[in-house]
């Protein structure tokens, strides 16, 4: 795991000193064995503080892992996603393959930066009803409004069809998010070609998969 991904001041403001070793442990072990593969013992251990004091703070070994995720999920992904995001639909595009392949890539460097925890929150997501929900409204309400009013402005400039925003949100969406997941977490031994991939999904998105006589 990067030495900087999530030991910013952001998310540990308001933290005891004993508060951020267990969190920086525990970060750290989740990262390398996963939700299943770590123990409160471990995370102890490796933050010189007695086990009991983690059950001083949460009941389990999932509130614990619950809040890390949510903490990194509000103070960290999300700032720096909105920070990045907004730089780039800031912009106005009179090429649509430009935009796409620029904002894929952007992604793609953001996930393979903090590729670990990541792939941690998104395996316990798909278990974790609470954790699917409290994304689902981050994004709802703090990046959707933003990538739809990009949308909207550049449908007015005829750059992108006259479609429902949500619609193409999800279409675009669905596809690299599919795809992060398929780089990232099934296949993630594999060699990749990911500016050929791009431009496939880029290709797949624009033209379609029906061949053009």
């Avoid at 030991?7 to 750290?28: H, N, R, V, W």
């Avoid at 503080?49 to 999932?62: C, R």
């Avoid at 700032?79 to 992604?107: A, C, G």
Wanted: hydrophobic share 40%.
């Amino acid at each position: 795991m990067d030495n900087n991904d999530y030991s910013d001041e952001l998310y540990f403001s308001g933290m005891t000193e004993k508060q951020k070793k267990i969190y920086e442990s525990a970060l750290e072990i989740f990262a390398e064995k996963g939700f299943s593969g770590t123990s409160t013992g471990e995370i102890a251990k490796k933050a010189g503080v007695a086990e009991g004091l983690i059950f001083k703070h949460f009941k389990n070994k999932k509130l614990l892992f619950q809040k890390i995720a949510f903490m990194a999920v509000e103070k960290t992904i999300l700032p720096l996603t909105i920070l990045r995001t907004k730089k780039i639909l800031s912009e106005n595009y009179t090429d649509l393959r430009f935009f796409l392949n620029l904002f894929f890539n952007e992604r793609l460097d953001f996930i393979k930066k903090h590729r670990t925890f990541l792939r941690i929150i998104i395996q316990e997501m798909s278990f974790d009803a609470e954790l699917q929900n409290f994304a689902k409204k981050q994004f709802t309400e703090k990046m959707f409004p933003m990538v739809s009013e990009f949308i909207k402005r550049h449908q007015k400039k005829g750059v992108i069809i006259d479609l429902d925003p949500s619609i193409i949100i999800r279409m675009v969406m669905s596809s690299f998010l599919g795809y992060s997941i398929l780089r990232f977490i099934l296949s993630s031994d594999e060699e990749w070609d990911d500016d050929m991939q791009i431009k496939s999904m880029i290709d797949i998105l624009c033209n379609g998969l029906i061949k053009r006589k």
